[in-house]
């Protein structure tokens, strides 16, 4: 128990050393929701099954954002060779996982209240709020499961900066899709999103299976 404590204390002093970085990625957010606004909604209001769409594709970008900045922090430090030696792969593996999902959620809440001030068609009630959350929060526990696992990979290679992207992309549009497919039914139809939940919850668990084998068998 001691142990991971210590481990996930250690992970959000890791988050804590790239403030700079959260903040670059709140800015980022906040450009890309600006131009969104200032580039379609022009006289008119866009409706929200089209606002659900950009705003999982902004989930999408920062995820990828933070996810190598958080990733890059304790690489480029060598803590991680330390905690080889003391820490089963998997262990750390899910951990830091788990703990950048808490930062990208913490940026996804920012988002939507973003979102409501930039554009009429996008309030949220109580249950509102919660519908965004109940797929938000196993797609970003996804995204963060594969983006660990493959930073692994892209680390041992010269163009870590164009692999890390190019392996995730083309690997969690699944997650897109289904995500934003439930968030669609939840809101514009009378139809039950609850496989639609399982089946994002059975990719979290796919992924984290994955990437946890990975993080054994695959030498440093």
């Given at each position: 128990?001691q142990?991971?404590k210590?481990?996930?204390?250690k992970?959000?002093l890791?988050?804590?050393?790239?403030k700079?970085?959260?903040?670059?990625?709140?800015?980022?957010?906040?450009?890309?929701?600006?131009i969104f606004?200032?580039?379609l909604e022009?006289?008119f209001?866009?409706?929200?099954?089209?606002?659900?769409?950009?705003?999982w594709?902004?989930?999408f970008?920062?995820?990828?954002?933070?996810?190598?900045?958080?990733?890059?922090e304790?690489?480029?430090?060598?803590?991680?060779?330390?905690n080889?030696?003391?820490?089963p792969?998997?262990?750390?593996f899910?951990?830091?996982?788990?703990?950048?999902?808490?930062?990208?959620?913490?940026?996804?809440?920012?988002?939507?209240f973003?979102?409501?001030?930039?554009f009429?068609?996008?309030?949220?009630?109580?249950?509102?709020?919660?519908?965004?959350?109940?797929f938000?929060?196993?797609?970003?526990l996804?995204?963060?499961?594969?983006g660990?696992?493959?930073?692994?990979?892209?680390?041992?290679?010269?163009?870590?900066?164009?692999?890390?992207?190019?392996?995730?992309?083309?690997?969690?549009?699944?997650?897109?899709?289904?995500?934003?497919?439930?968030?669609?039914?939840?809101?514009?139809?009378?139809?039950?999103?609850?496989?639609?939940?399982f089946?994002?919850c059975?990719?979290?668990?796919?992924y984290?299976?994955?990437?946890?084998?990975l993080?054994?068998?695959?030498?440093?």
């Amino acid at each position: 128990m001691q142990l991971l404590k210590a481990l996930i204390l250690k992970e959000f002093l890791l988050i804590g050393r790239t403030k700079n970085g959260i903040l670059s990625t709140i800015v980022l957010m906040l450009a890309f929701i600006f131009i969104f606004h200032y580039s379609l909604e022009k006289g008119f209001s866009l409706p929200l099954q089209l606002l659900i769409g950009l705003k999982w594709s902004t989930v999408f970008i920062l995820s990828f954002v933070f996810i190598g900045q958080s990733v890059w922090e304790e690489r480029e430090s060598g803590a991680h060779q330390i905690n080889q030696l003391f820490v089963p792969g998997y262990l750390t593996f899910l951990i830091k996982s788990m703990v950048i999902c808490i930062g990208i959620l913490f940026l996804e809440i920012i988002m939507l209240f973003l979102f409501v001030i930039f554009f009429e068609s996008f309030s949220i009630s109580a249950q509102g709020f919660l519908g965004h959350l109940t797929f938000l929060v196993p797609s970003t526990l996804s995204l963060s499961f594969l983006g660990v696992a493959l930073s692994r990979i892209s680390f041992s290679t010269r163009l870590k900066e164009i692999v890390l992207p190019m392996l995730l992309i083309p690997l969690s549009l699944p997650i897109f899709l289904v995500g934003m497919e439930a968030e669609r039914k939840f809101f514009f139809t009378e139809q039950n999103t609850l496989n639609n939940f399982f089946l994002l919850c059975a990719l979290s668990i796919f992924y984290g299976s994955i990437g946890s084998f990975l993080q054994e068998l695959l030498p440093e």
